[in-house]
């Protein structure tokens, strides 16, 4: 302020001058100003200076928030197409678009996905196979830190190879989470990912499975109905099979409903004609039968396509008809009752539960495993080896229990006539007409399902395509430990009024939606559902077990549409435990809660059918116990 000061001072005219009929303060002050914007050295180079790092600090910025946090990589032809984030987009359908990334040659091709809990599944390209007996493996992030590879099991229908690997807490705090690169634990010179590499995929933004029916394709996409009961219309979304625009054919999606979406089947020789890039690729893919191309959705307003897992397959010829078949008829399924569930470390349990259900008439087991650690491969096999029918999927999604469900109802059309949607802590019982039988019989569980069930013969039109079976809660009953001699014999004590049911399903009247509510499915049209009176039929549901047991159920609830435990929501909700807050804390009292009514009614029928008398206070060893 004294420079301009003294400026003024030297710069303004005398007093009296008559050079300008302007005030004197007025001259001086324009003149001050002028001479204080007269451009300089210093000033140049500064304002030169600033408009690089502008420059630089602005295009940095726009080159990062034009990548996706979720990803679509492509291994092909050593060329990675990532699906890039447009931010101009609501959060829950953000904008994509192909460009291209020059992968690592060195290193394995892999698709990352970020699941809860900060781990991570690794899903290998179909190109580069790997196996657990070639190396040991580690997961090398963007800051050079490492994590040990667990190889997990395979995916049931594309055959992929996948791994797992924890996120090390130091890269918790970066931004952004790029996908980490699958390096041998011996390899020096693997180089991390950085600034271009793809960003890992989130788990709830992702197509992440899909089957082929002789009539469509059904997807399974998470991220884009989010409210149970608000779907969004067919006409916003489309299958995409193939790479991206430029090498894909696209079919109308014809069902949208939670995460299941039915598209039409493209056209084969088009999807050959746009996916290889010449005629030599053509004939060496056909030479060796390859049948599977990338299948994701487009959300049609703004071009997104979801990032992808899953891989289309032609569908199964159609079945030749025998001689006693017309055209309106197809094969009746293998069995007329199965069991499916979903599961996640029940090898404990599994013995008894299939056993009771195998000897009262359930003819095979479907079980969808969502990455059990335990010992459950191995129970299966013995159950196997002892004769018992038994598939696993591996179904690794986190909170997909309906759309597992829903995928089961097409999976398992051609092997089974009716379902039963049970968990493996649940008996189905008939206290009136079992009690007093002597041995367990094939026939007692169809006696639940309805007898001439058959369209014409009933009133209205309408068959029973569901039969509702009311569930008793029983509570922990006085234990502190898994009790060795099963469930059913451990617990008998349980809360006085039902909470739930559960459902035999006659897949044939499952909804084209193929909607369903974890245990009842919605029904089509000449279809309805019948409800069993609690003496007809029951569901023993051994939900409140010994504390150790009961909360490894804070792992994760796999409902879709339910909280998880340790979320602060619906405090008052049905599907939260009375007397239990957010943490795996036993409650005071625990092992006596929920017990209201005494109830040995299927303890007392389980030792007569499979127990055997010990010479131990009265006891039995029970048929399943090792």
């Known amino acids: ?72 990589p492509i291994a092909i032809d050593n060329i990675n197409y990532a699906i890039f984030h447009d931010p101009q987009l609501p959060a829950t359908h953000r904008a994509l678009h192909v460009s291209s990334i020059i992968i690592n040659h060195s290193a394995i091709s892999t698709v990352s996905i970020l699941f809860p809990a900060w781990e991570l599944l690794l899903v290998v390209s179909p190109h580069t196979p790997i196996s657990a007996a070639d190396d040991t493996y580690v997961c090398l992030f963007q800051n050079n830190d490492t994590s040990p590879v667990r190889f997990s099991k395979p995916l049931p229908f594309s055959n992929l190879t996948t791994l797992t690997c924890p996120m090390p807490k130091r890269v918790k705090h970066l931004r952004p989470f790029y996908q980490p690169v699958l390096a041998r634990s011996e390899e020096k010179d693997a180089r991390a990912p950085g600034l271009g590499s793809p960003e890992l995929i989130r788990w709830n933004f992702l197509v992440y499975e899909s089957f082929s029916t002789e009539n469509d394709v059904v997807v399974f996409v998470k991220g884009l109905n989010h409210r149970q009961g608000v779907n969004r219309p067919p006409s916003e979304f489309r299958c995409v099979f193939g790479d991206g625009d430029k090498n894909s054919v696209k079919t109308a999606v014809t069902s949208s409903t939670q995460e299941v979406f039915r598209c039409q089947h493209p056209n084969l020789t088009e ?57 309106s008829s197809k094969p009746d399924p293998d069995h007329d009752v199965c069991v499916c569930t979903m599961v996640y470390n029940v090898a404990k349990f599994l013995r008894e539960w299939v056993i009771y259900h195998s000897k009262i008439g359930v003819d095979h087991f479907i079980l969808y495993d969502n990455d059990s650690d335990d010992n459950l491969e191995s129970v299966v096999l013995g159950l196997q080896q002892e004769g018992y029918n038994i598939t696993t999927l591996f179904w690794v999604w986190p909170k997909t229990q309906e759309a597992g469900f829903s995928h ?102 499952v909804d084209y939606s193929l909607l369903n509510m974890i245990h009842h499915f919605e029904m089509k049209k000449g279809y309805r559902s019948r409800k069993l009176s609690m003496e007809e039929g029951v569901v023993n549901h051994y939900k409140y077990q010994a504390w150790p047991e009961f909360r490894t159920k804070f792992r994760r609830r796999v409902s879709a549409y339910v909280v998880d435990w340790t979320q602060e929501l619906n405090p008052k909700s049905k599907d939260r435990t009375p007397g239990l807050g957010f943490e795996p804390v036993e409650p005071k009292g625990w092992a006596d809660m929920f017990c209201e009514v005494r109830d040995e009614r299927l303890k007392m029928l389980t030792q007569r059918w499979f127990g055997s008398p010990t010479s131990n206070n009265g006891g039995y060893r029970m048929l399943w116990q090792t």
């Not at 009790?483 to 044939?508: I, N, W």
């Open 1 to 72: 302020m004294s420079l301009h000061i003294k400026e003024l001072q030297v710069l303004s005219p005398p007093p009296h001058s008559s050079s300008s009929s302007r005030p004197p303060s007025f001259l001086s002050l324009s003149l001050c100003l002028q001479e204080a914007m007269r451009p300089t050295l210093p000033a140049l180079l500064f304002f030169a200076f600033a408009s690089l790092f502008l420059f630089a600090f602005f295009s940095l910025h726009l080159s990062r928030t034009t990548q996706l946090i979720q990803h679509f």
């Open 271 to 327: 999807l050959e004609d746009t996916f290889y890039y010449n005629e030599q690729q053509q004939q060496e893919r056909r030479r060796q039968d390859v049948t599977k191309f990338k299948i994701s959705l487009e959300i049609v307003d703004g071009l997104v396509v979801v990032p992808s897992v899953a891989y289309y397959t032609r569908p199964r010829p159609k079945t030749r008809l025998t001689t006693t078949q017309t055209t």
């Open 408 to 509: 089961s109802a097409i999976y398992a059309k051609h092997l089974c006539k009716w379902v039963l949607y049970i968990d493996v802590d649940e008996f189905v019982f008939a206290p009136y007409s079992w009690a007093h039988s002597p041995q367990p019989s094939k026939h007692m569980i169809k006696s639940l399902l309805p007898k001439h069930n058959n369209r014409k013969n009933n009133n209205n039109n309408v068959a029973v395509g569901q039969v509702s079976i009311k569930c008793n809660d029983f509570g922990p009953s006085n234990r502190t430990t898994h009790p060795a001699e099963g469930v059913t014999q451990g617990y008998t004590c349980r809360r006085r009024f039902e909470q739930r049911h559960k459902s035999m399903v006659l897949l044939d009247a």
